[in-house]
């Protein structure tokens, strides 16, 4: 006996509708890279709000790469950091995050908050501590600076 193959005709206006999907999110990226978000500009603009933003918190910032977002940051916080810091911190980190996303489009940056004793420990295997601690350290506090006076 012939083994029969059956096939099925694919809906040519359904084909049509996900090609014209995918070209208008595709045509948004491109304009975005186009545009040329000035990414060295940003994070040298936002570093300094941020570390003024979480004050004493903050320990280390990275830069990392991340399917999130064109600029993906860690902030990379004390043991001390608690609900209630974050949550006299979060409106503003978010007002932050919607400026620059709301001027050079969306997924234009993201900012996730850590425990630094959590990501520098080797033990923690899980491929956003890895990405964090391959990423690049765009600040870190000063560890001592008043022995050295």
Known sequence: ?????????????ELIKLSNEYIERNRRVYERLA??????G????LVPELVNLYGDHVV???QYES????????????????VSAH????NQRQRLLEKYNDQYGDATLSIMEYQYNSIIDLKL?????????????????EENKDESK
């Open 42 to 45: 940003i994070i040298d603009s």
């Open 1 to 13: 006996m012939k083994n029969k193959k059956h096939y099925e005709m694919a809906d040519i206006m």
């Open 35 to 40: 545009a040329g978000i000035p990414t060295q």
């Open 125 to 141: 295997h899980s491929s956003q501590a890895h990405a964090i601690r391959k990423g690049n350290v765009l600040w870190k506090r």
């Open 60 to 62: 280390q910032i990275n």
């Open 67 to 82: 399917d999130e977002a064109y600029i993906a940051l860690a902030i990379l916080v004390t043991d001390n950091y608690d």
């Open 87 to 90: 949550m006299s911190i979060f």
